[in-house]
Each structure stands twice: as structure tokens, then as C-alpha cells.
């Protein structure tokens, strides 16, 4: 992949996460603890420091894609989520996942991307100063801490924006039609291993 980042990290952010996809898209039966567990993978506390004081909040993260696919990809988003009325089921949207989106050829693993939908700490602080740490943790051994300068996307053209919202529709699509939250890129400066293991401990492994 040529990224430099560690291949822990990227099994565990990645390819146990695009695991559990192959899984549900042949129909195997997932315990909800198990369904739970997996999903740790993708909600990190968000650690940030300003304005509104130290803070912490758990927040979805997603994969990013590489600036050359960006547009691309935003409208094959944009198509599925806002123009196709069938194939909405869990199974359905983790083939699609698979197939169009979760390509390692395609993804940019240096960044993740997010929302801001409350507006509160999180928000404040990173308007003021461009940074946050995201930590990840899947009991009962596995964590990373990984820091990140961050950069906010607000313009409705922006396709970063659209990307983030598009796939943040494909399960939860509003009402409205359509999301328009702020989104936010992590870009990937350093990364810790936190695992309760003889690798972790703190021990840093990027870069």
C-alpha cells in the first residue's frame, strides 16, 4: 500500500472491519455481542483540548478515499444512497461496501473521516486548534491511540463533505433526504500501540 503505516493497525482498522462485511454478505448468523464488539472498530474517543476544556467523545469514523478516486467515489455514494429505492438491507448495503467502497486500492488509510453533529466540545475545540487524538479500544486487549492533525469540511460542494454524509446515509438516511453535517479528515500523524500486550503499552509505531 506504500503508506508507511503499521500492518496492525491497518488489520485492525481495516481488515477485520471489512471482515465482518464478508460475513454478514454470506448471511452468516452474528451474535449482537459479537455485532457490538465489531463495532468498536469504528467508534473512537475523540480526545481534544481548547476552548471548551479537555474533552472526550465517542464518535463514527470512517474510510477516506484517495484524492485521485475522491469525486468518483462521491458519486457512486451520491447514486446509491439518494437515487436507488431497492436493495437497502443490511445485506445489500455490505455488498455494496464491499464492492465499491472498502477497496484498498481506492482508500487513503493515512486519513479517517467523521461528522459533527452536536456542535459542543468536540467542535469548539477543534475549530481553535486543528488537532485531536482518536482512541480506539476493542476489549479485551486491543488499542490504539492515534493522533491527528484535523481538518473541518463545511462547504455543501466540498466532496469530502459529500462523501462523509453520503455514507453516513447509506444507514441512516433522514427524513429530509439528505445530510449536511460539517465533516471532519483525521489525518494520521502518529500512532500508539494501548494494547495489554507485549507489542503495547504505549509503544509508538508510526512514524
Not at 429505492?85 to 479517517?112: A, C, H, N, P, Q
Not at 484535523?150 to 466540498?158: A, K, Q, R, S
Not at 469530502?160 to 471532519?184: C, E, Q, T
Request: hydrophobic share 35%; proline share 4%.
Amino acid at each position: 500500500m506504500g503508506t508507511g503505516l503499521p500492518q496492525r493497525y491497518i488489520n485492525y482498522i481495516f481488515y477485520e472491519r471489512r471482515a465482518l462485511l464478508e460475513r454478514l454478505v454470506k448471511g452468516e448468523q452474528i451474535s449482537y455481542e459479537k455485532m457490538m464488539l465489531e463495532f468498536t472498530r469504528t467508534t473512537p474517543i475523540i480526545v481534544t483540548c481548547g476552548p471548551a476544556g479537555l474533552s472526550g467523545s465517542v464518535k463514527m469514523v470512517g474510510f477516506v478515499p484517495r484524492e485521485e478516486h475522491l469525486e468518483e467515489l462521491v458519486r457512486r455514494a451520491e447514486e446509491y444512497t439518494y437515487a436507488k429505492t431497492s436493495g437497502r438491507m443490511l445485506r445489500d448495503v455490505s455488498r455494496v461496501l464491499l464492492e465499491e467502497f472498502y477497496r484498498e486500492d481506492m482508500i487513503d488509510f493515512r486519513k479517517l473521516g467523521g461528522l459533527e453533529m452536536a456542535f459542543n466540545h468536540t467542535w469548539r475545540n477543534i475549530k481553535a486548534t486543528g488537532k485531536a487524538t482518536l482512541v480506539f479500544y476493542t476489549p479485551p486487549n486491543t488499542s490504539f491511540e492515534v493522533r491527528c492533525k484535523v481538518e473541518i469540511h463545511e462547504d455543501d460542494t466540498d466532496l469530502y463533505k459529500r462523501y462523509l454524509n453520503a455514507m453516513h446515509d447509506i444507514f441512516h438516511k433522514p427524513r429530509s433526504g439528505r445530510s449536511s453535517y460539517p465533516a471532519y479528515v483525521f489525518i494520521v500523524e502518529e500512532i500508539y500501540d494501548q494494547s495489554n500486550t507485549r507489542e503495547g503499552f504505549g509503544k509508538k509505531i508510526y512514524p
